[in-house]
């Protein structure tokens, strides 16, 4: 069983950075597609940022410039690093993994906090 495991949320104020982390119990190039999803308080959970394995990303709008996915092959992390912060990036950051033959995988999700 695939397991993902992420770090590195934590309260920032706003325009501050943040990176977040996901190691993976299996090769991060393994899987077709990792990223990020986030879901706030009584909202439904979101993409953020995902990244295949050609290397192709995807960004939600609203991060755009802000937000920047990677892959690590050293570490074997996909991370997101986050800067100029807005209160509404606040939001349960979870790391995300799909593979054609076996699915989809989360992790138990990070909580990132924006506030001064």
């Known amino acids: 069983q695939v397991q993902l495991a992420e770090s590195g949320g934590g309260l920032v104020q706003p325009g501050g950075s943040l990176r977040l982390s996901c190691a993976a119990s299996?090769?991060?190039?393994?899987?077709?597609?990792v990223g990020w999803y986030r879901q706030a308080p009584g909202k439904q959970r979101e993409l953020v940022a995902t990244v295949t394995h050609a290397a192709i990303t995807d960004y939600k709008d609203a991060v755009k410039g802000r937000f920047t996915i990677s892959r690590s092959v050293g570490k074997n992390t996909v991370d997101l690093q986050m800067n100029s912060l807005k209160p509404e990036d606040t939001a349960v950051y979870y790391c995300?993994?799909?593979?054609?033959?076996?699915?989809?995988?989360w992790g138990q999700g990070t909580q990132v906090t924006v506030s001064s």
């Open positions: 299996t090769s991060i190039f393994d899987f077709n597609v």
């Open positions: 995300y993994a799909h593979r054609w033959d076996q699915g989809d995988f």
